[in-house]
């Protein structure tokens, strides 16, 4: 064997011996490190079947200590030290040379080596060569059938098996057993030492003899691997982001869908759209991600507040369609069109979800759904008065669904679709036997209420009170009684039945205390307790319907009505814009509204409503009124340039519209009011050539007056017919007219004022009473001063709202009787006048300071100085005055000799 062979033997045996899975320990490179570097320690150690080409890891073979490390030792003697039943791992023949073995041993550093030979130039040491030098060493070693003497025996040490983990810290290899000191075991470090010196040696001497061959390989190695970065650098394919891999897997999907689905079914809504984002925004196309979508789409559409907006409608139903685009074909996507329909038709869009209802029909007629989208459907077309497309469609369901659980339901809606166009007895005749198959449930009750309905618009009351009479006296069950009860009491009250009508809806808000039928019946039962006088009691009902039922618009509307009429208009404007907030905005609410904070002198929210009014309806009527009304609002809260600017605007606006007329009245007013009568005049005189109505021409003649225009407003006051006004604007024309005749004629004119009061009770206002009591002063007709007085306090005792007119009255008669020095009369009206004014108004304060006065004028001294103490110690405008008097009054008892009682404030003392 030549040294050339010799040399390559030796390389494999030392790449074959180490061990490249078990790490040096610290000490052992640090050992190796300070040894120098010897030929004598290269060892030769090669496998008897060839060189090792492992096609998976083997276990490490146990290695015996090799008997003489002289280079030149022959390597038949190296293997035949080896025992018989030394446990070498042998790889088979067919295992060695596999592609993917081979690749396993190659690192990144010899990736240009792992090339295939014809890429490499011929100077290269190829695989053949290498082999074949290796088989040459084994002939000439070991041949076949050659036996050696065994060596002597050592002990072998077995390599821990270890199974590889990833990125795990290496382990520190296992100490060998103590060997005798004649041997060194072939894993110590001094064995590991001489290896690696093996190894570096065999490099060496391959180096220096094949420089060229070696230098070649290093070369091509290089440019291939330079050839391959460049050309993979340059053809990169994007590829899904492992971010996104380890973000969202199916796995993940599916868990965040099982934990949604049992979030819905116990109802948070809100923490299931939650889980599901948490996956959706990355997840993969796929069956899971539709599941999961339109299960969102399902939390999301039963999250939803009631009442349901504009936007978040708008919002939900293009989720909807976006989902719809992107799995049209899902199981799910009839549920999800039925969820689109129902939230257009609950924002009032029905138009638009009729059409979803029809595309429904068409595209998944045949789905397992297709009753509740008929039923639906239906429902929606009696909606829209589609009385022959309605019943199509309950026709259609009773027949291709027969044992649906809407079957009922659908044939009741099938009687009204025909009521609706117009077949009375058709329908009749389906209502009758829902009766008949029904006759103690709710669906029964519902017939015999569409029966006794068709009787009630006919007129026939009796025939609807036997029918409705008859089976709540038969049914066994209340279900679905309230609607008889609440058709039935109307029936009554038809009838002229009112004790009756009372009765049953009493009976029904006590027996069915959260139907809607229930809030209808405290709306019809505060009507006839008003229609019987008992405005007070249909207050405190319609007070409590609206406590219960807060979102009922109707029933706020009607608690409006009775507060304003009973004289709480500031009251009754809040109820009004409750109204408005859970009902759909009027205009006609909105003015009423701001009328009503108007007149209980709440500008601000006056103002505010007539703003709102003006901002969603500009052009209506309604807003063109409040405009005008707003505009009066201003210029009393000082607004003087902003109001006439708004009402010339208005007047020129509205030119040829009925909304001129009213523009032009307050225009007219506002000048009367800011005394350029002359403006008034004119302006006024527009509105009675505009129009001849009395109505008109009456508002134009109170103008008139208002502005001091007496002689022009007495002449247009003289051609109005009065007959053919309205209360409001017959009194208020003909107190004006009177007035202006008092100037002229007092006693007559004190004769059209009474006749004004007698005519027109309810029509009467604090200025009129006003006006009335300061004629009969004037004229000095005390008595009826003194009856106006008291009817006055009657009406403020019925009504608290109606004081501050008492308060007024009353110290307009105290004063003229203590001008007249009545003073004991004069304390009763100034202590009526103290006892009903409101404790932060200066009205009080005067009333009490005026009643000393009297007090002391009549001789009740000392009453009258303990009153004045009271005042001086409050923060009363009089509190100065009041103290002066009583140090006057208690100075003029002590001349005369009469007792004083004592000051009763250090403020009065001194």
């Given at each position: 064997m030549d040294e050339r062979d010799s040399n390559t033997a030796e390389l494999d045996v030392a790449l074959s011996d180490l061990d490249m899975d078990s790490p040096l320990a610290r000490e052992t490179l640090d050992k190796l490190l300070a040894e120098p570097a010897t030929p004598e320690s290269d060892t030769v150690l090669k496998n008897e079947h060839g060189p090792i080409t492992p096609s998976a890891r083997p276990e490490p073979p146990v290695v015996e200590k090799v008997p003489s490390s002289t280079p030149d030792a022959p390597v038949a003697e190296i293997t035949a030290s080896k025992?018989?039943?030394?446990?070498?791992?042998?790889?088979?023949?067919?295992?060695?040379?596999?592609?993917?073995?081979?690749?396993?041993?190659?690192?990144?550093?010899?990736?240009?080596?792992?090339?295939?030979?014809?890429?490499?130039?011929?100077?290269?040491?190829?695989?053949?060569?290498?082999?074949?030098?290796?088989?040459?060493?084994?002939?000439?070693?070991?041949?076949?059938?050659?036996?050696?003497?065994?060596?002597?025996?050592?002990?072998?040490?077995?390599?821990?098996?270890?199974?590889?983990?990833?990125?795990?810290?290496?382990?520190?290899?296992?100490?060998?057993?103590?060997?005798?000191?004649?041997?060194?075991?072939?894993?110590?470090?001094?064995?590991?030492?001489?290896?690696?010196?093996?190894?570096?040696?065999?490099?060496?001497?391959?180096?220096?003899?094949?420089?060229?061959?070696?230098?070649?390989?290093?070369?091509?190695?290089?440019?291939?691997?330079?050839?391959?970065?460049?050309?993979?650098?340059?053809?990169?394919?994007?590829?899904?982001?492992?971010?996104?891999?380890?973000?969202?897997?199916?796995?993940?999907?599916?868990?965040?869908?099982?934990?949604?689905?049992?979030?819905?079914?116990?109802?948070?809504?809100?923490?299931?759209?939650?889980?599901?984002?948490?996956?959706?925004?990355?997840?993969?196309?796929?069956p899971e991600r539709a599941d999961a979508a339109y299960l969102r789409l399902e939390s999301a559409y039963k999250s939803l507040p009631e009442p349901i907006t504009a936007k978040e409608t708008e919002q939900l139903v293009a989720e909807i369609d976006r989902v719809l685009k992107q799995s049209r074909t899902h199981p799910r996507a009839p549920e999800a069109l039925l969820w689109k329909a129902d939230l257009l038709q609950r924002t009032g869009d029905l138009p638009s979800a009729r059409s979803v209802y029809l595309e429904l029909l068409e595209d998944f007629g045949n789905g397992p759904h297709l009753d509740q989208m008929l039923f639906r459907a239906g429902e929606l077309a009696l909606s829209l008065k589609r009385g022959d497309e309605a019943a199509g469609h309950f026709l259609r369901l009773l027949e291709q669904v027969p044992g649906s659980t809407l079957g009922a339901q659908a044939k009741l809606g099938l009687g009204d679709a025909q009521a609706l166009s117009g077949k009375p007895d058709e329908a009749r005749r389906v209502y009758t036997q829902l009766t008949q198959a029904y006759p103690d449930q709710a669906i029964g009750a519902e017939a015999v209420a569409r029966l006794g309905r068709?009787?009630?618009?006919?007129?026939?009351?009796?025939?609807?009170?036997?029918?409705?009479?008859?089976?709540?006296?038969?049914?066994?069950?209340?279900?679905?009684?309230?609607?008889?009860?609440?058709?039935?009491?109307?029936?009554?009250r038809a009838q002229g039945r009112t004790e009756e009508t009372e009765r049953v809806l009493r009976e029904l808000i006590e027996f069915f205390p959260d139907t809607q039928d229930t809030a209808a019946a405290y709306v019809e039962?505060?009507?006839?307790?008003?229609?019987?006088?008992?405005?007070?009691?249909?207050?405190?009902?319609?007070?409590?319907?609206?406590?219960?039922?807060?979102?009922?618009?109707?029933?706020?509307?009607?608690?409006?009505?009775?507060?304003?009429?009973?004289?709480?208009?500031?009251?009754?404007?809040?109820?009004?814009?409750?109204?408005?907030?859970?009902?759909?905005?009027?205009?006609?609410?909105?003015?009423?509204?701001?009328?009503?904070?108007?007149?209980?002198?709440?500008n601000e929210e006056a103002l505010e409503t007539y703003e709102r009014l003006l901002l969603l309806f500009p052009s209506s009527p309604e807003g063109i009124l409040g405009g005008v009304e707003m505009a009066e609002v201003e210029f009393e809260a000082g607004k003087v340039r902003v109001a006439l600017g708004r009402l010339e605007g208005l007047s020129i606006a509205a030119a040829g519209q009925p909304q001129q007329l009213p523009a032009l009245l307050a225009l007219g007013r506002v000048y009367g009011k800011l005394g350029l009568t002359a403006r008034a005049a004119d302006v006024l005189s527009e509105v009675t050539r505009i129009s001849t109505e009395p109505e008109v021409q009456a508002k134009a003649a109170v103008a008139l007056f208002d502005s001091n225009e007496w002689d022009e407003g007495m002449a247009l006051a003289g051609r109005i017919d009065a007959s053919k006004l309205s209360n409001d604007s017959g009194y208020a024309l003909?107190?004006?007219?009177?007035?202006?005749?008092?100037?002229?004629?007092?006693?007559?004119?004190?004769?059209?004022?009474?006749?004004?009061?007698?005519?027109?009770?309810?029509?009467?206002?604090?200025?009129?009473?006003?006006?009335?009591?300061?004629?009969?002063?004037?004229?000095?007709?005390?008595?009826?001063?003194?009856?106006?007085?008291?009817?006055?306090?009657?009406?403020?005792?019925?009504?608290?709202?109606?004081?501050?007119?008492?308060?007024?009255?009353?110290?307009?008669?105290?004063?003229?009787?203590?001008?007249?020095?009545?003073?004991?009369?004069?304390?009763?009206?100034?202590t009526l006048a103290a006892t009903y004014s409101d404790t932060a108004d200066t009205s009080a304060d005067w009333a009490k300071y005026q009643q000393a006065n009297a007090l002391c004028a009549a001789g009740e001294v000392n009453h009258g100085i303990a009153l004045y103490d009271e005042i001086a110690a409050s923060k009363s405008a009089w509190a100065d005055d009041a103290a002066i008097r009583a140090n006057y009054v208690r100075l003029d008892q002590r001349l005369h000799g009469k007792p004083v009682p004592a000051p009763q404030t250090a403020e009065v003392q001194g």
């Open positions: 025992s018989a039943t030394s446990p070498v791992a042998v790889i088979p023949p067919s295992d060695a040379g596999k592609p993917d073995a081979t690749q396993e041993l190659v690192s990144t550093e010899n990736l240009a080596a792992a090339v295939p030979a014809e890429h490499a130039e011929e100077t290269v040491l190829s695989q053949d060569l290498m082999d074949s030098l290796v088989k040459e060493v084994q002939a000439e070693a070991a041949p076949l059938g050659t036996t050696t003497a065994p060596a002597p025996a050592v002990p072998t040490v077995q390599a821990p098996k270890t199974t590889p983990k990833r990125k795990a810290a290496p382990a520190t290899p296992t100490p060998a057993p103590p060997q005798p000191t004649a041997e060194k075991s072939p894993s110590s470090p001094a064995a590991t030492s001489t290896r690696i010196r093996s190894l570096g040696a065999a490099m060496g001497r391959l180096v220096r003899r094949h420089p060229v061959r070696l230098g070649a390989s290093l070369a091509v190695g290089i440019l291939g691997s330079l050839v391959t970065y460049s050309f993979l650098s340059a053809h990169q394919v994007r590829l899904p982001g492992t971010e996104t891999w380890l973000a969202v897997s199916p796995s993940d999907i599916k868990g965040a869908y099982r934990s949604a689905q049992n979030l819905v079914a116990l109802g948070r809504f809100p923490e299931a759209i939650r889980e599901l984002d948490a996956v959706l925004a990355e997840a993969p196309p796929g068709i009787a009630f618009d006919a007129a026939q009351y009796d025939e609807t009170v036997r029918l409705l009479e008859g089976r709540l006296e038969t049914a066994t069950s209340i279900k679905g009684n309230d609607r008889l009860y609440l058709l039935l009491a109307k029936a009554y039962l505060s009507q006839v307790l008003e229609a019987l006088n008992r405005e007070r009691e249909a207050l405190r009902i319609i007070s409590r319907g609206a406590d219960r039922f807060p979102r009922d618009a109707e029933m706020l509307r009607k608690q409006a009505e009775l507060l304003k009429k009973t004289g709480n208009p500031a009251a009754a404007g809040q109820a009004l814009v409750a109204a408005l907030k859970v009902g759909k905005p009027e205009p006609g609410l909105l003015l009423e509204a701001a009328r009503s904070f108007s007149k209980a002198g709440e003909l107190v004006r007219h009177a007035r202006a005749m008092m100037r002229a004629d007092p006693e007559r004119g004190l004769e059209k004022m009474e006749h004004a009061f007698q005519t027109y009770p309810q029509a009467r206002t604090s200025e009129g009473d006003q006006w009335l009591l300061e004629a009969y002063l004037a004229a000095n007709q005390t008595a009826r001063a003194r009856a106006l007085v008291a009817d006055l306090e009657t009406r403020a005792k019925q009504d608290r709202a109606r004081a501050p007119a008492l308060v007024k009255g009353a110290l307009t008669w105290g004063d003229a009787l203590y001008e007249r020095e009545d003073y004991r009369t004069a304390v009763e009206a100034y």
